[in-house]
């Protein structure tokens, strides 16, 4: 089955450590989001890119927080520098969009888990 | 402003009753609401969508919603719930974006528990 794959899946580390968070999307699909789930805020959108290219990203603390798209295979998600309150599920989701509408459903990996200490 | 709310945070119903899950919204232009569920430890997973036609949509798992354009509200329904139907259930919408396009927003979940 085709699946969106996120490593790790399990991040735990110190105030003021450098994150990165990867993601593969499904073949094929030219969408990809992240989103960040706590239980204050439920599901957030942070950023999303469509071929590759960045549309939305007003989500995100530009401060320290950067997601970039190197090729079609491979998303990242960066933050630098880490802190508690960025503790949380973090969520990649692919999808495909033809841009004239098509509003296809998003698939979502299995999240990344980081806690900041 | 674009959004969706979900009223219940929680929904306990008995075990081969029927379940109802609720989802209003708000967007400007034709609505295309999704539903997904998250089991514990999980990623989203898509159940249904409705993008135009009939206003009952039949999805995953024997689940359909019902899309009411009058009410801005588009319910998940289940006729016999079942104890693995257990889980946290999310209601979305696309909507417009600044940067032109579309971007999915999500409600903010409903845990449903189904009692045996």
């Known amino acids: 089955d085709a699946r969106v794959t996120q490593t790790p899946r399990h991040k735990v580390t110190e105030m003021g450590q450098e994150v990165t968070m990867r993601c593969q999307p499904i073949?094929?699909?030219?969408?990809v989001f992240w989103y960040r789930q706590t239980m204050m805020q439920g599901l957030e959108l942070l950023a999303y890119f469509r071929n590759r290219a960045p549309l939305d990203d007003s989500g995100m603390p530009k401060d320290r927080f950067s997601a970039e798209m190197p090729d079609a295979t491979l998303a990242t998600l960066k933050i630098q520098p880490s802190e508690p309150r960025d503790s949380a599920v973090y969520f990649c989701a692919s999808g495909y969009s033809s841009g004239t509408g098509n509003a296809g459903e998003l698939f979502f990996g299995e999240g990344s888990r980081l806690t900041v200490l | 402003a674009q959004s969706v709310a979900q009223p219940e945070d929680q929904v306990n119903v008995a075990e081969g009753n029927p379940l109802t899950v609720k989802c209003t919204y708000s967007v400007s232009g034709n609505p295309y609401l999704f539903w997904y569920v998250q089991y514990p430890n999980r990623g989203l997973q898509f159940l249904l969508k409705?993008?135009?036609?009939?206003?009952l949509v039949k999805g995953s798992y024997g689940f359909e919603a019902e899309f009411n354009k009058s009410q801005t509200s588009f319910h998940l329904k289940k006729p016999s719930a079942l104890v693995s139907d257990s889980a946290l259930y999310f209601c979305?919408?696309?909507?417009?974006?600044?940067?032109?396009?579309?971007?999915?927003?999500f409600g903010t979940g409903t845990r449903l528990k189904v009692l045996a």
């Open positions: 073949l094929g699909h030219n969408t």
């Open positions: 409705y993008i135009t036609g009939d206003n």
């Open positions: 979305a919408v696309r909507a417009p974006s600044t940067s032109g396009t579309y971007k999915y927003i």
